[in-house]
């Protein structure tokens, strides 16, 4: 075999190992790290477990107090499979409302136990109401609304991101 040969196999071999995403992120582990288009955010995987049957999400992660203020706010659209996660550290009490908020939500909370404790299901587009938490949460979970009905997600079902 000739080296002429040799060289694009090699190099074509490394960048398929390379640790950077296409858009040049990388994790501490060296993976690549996804993040959505319009927010900008970290897009990892999350899973909901009811009856022992897992339903994984690609969600955002609203991690400092400026992103989650924003939250989903004037967004007017999301994948059926796509949410956010709000996480709380430490655990505390919380309450969301819908300002600015164009689309139906589910609001559903998580434990510090990692079970769903309530769901504020179908909250109302900008309204101002304050749909609290029935309880100290690890993290709050934005999904379509009526999408925890479809699904049959209630409380006591089990969240881990």
Not at 117 to 124: C, D, G, H, T
Request: hydrophobic share 45%; charged share 15%.
């Amino acid at each position: 075999m000739r080296l002429t040969y040799l060289v694009p196999v090699l190099a074509a071999l490394l960048a398929a190992c390379s640790p950077h995403g296409a858009d040049g992120t990388q994790s501490a582990t060296g993976a690549a790290t996804a993040v959505h288009p319009e927010s900008g955010l970290p897009v990892i995987p999350l899973t909901v477990t009811h009856q022992g049957k897992p339903h994984v999400f690609r969600v955002e992660v609203a991690r400092s107090s400026q992103e989650q203020a924003k939250g989903l706010m004037f967004r007017t659209a999301m994948g059926a499979d796509e949410g956010m996660i709000f996480p709380t550290d430490p655990p505390r009490q919380a309450a969301f409302w819908m300002k600015n908020t164009v689309i139906p939500l589910d609001i559903i909370f998580v434990g510090t136990d990692g079970r769903i404790s309530n769901i504020a299901a179908n909250a109302v587009p900008y309204s101002e109401e304050a749909l609290p938490s029935t309880g100290m949460v690890k993290g709050v979970l934005e999904l379509n609304g009526g999408r925890t009905a479809e699904l049959g997600i209630v409380p006591g079902d089990t969240v881990s991101w």
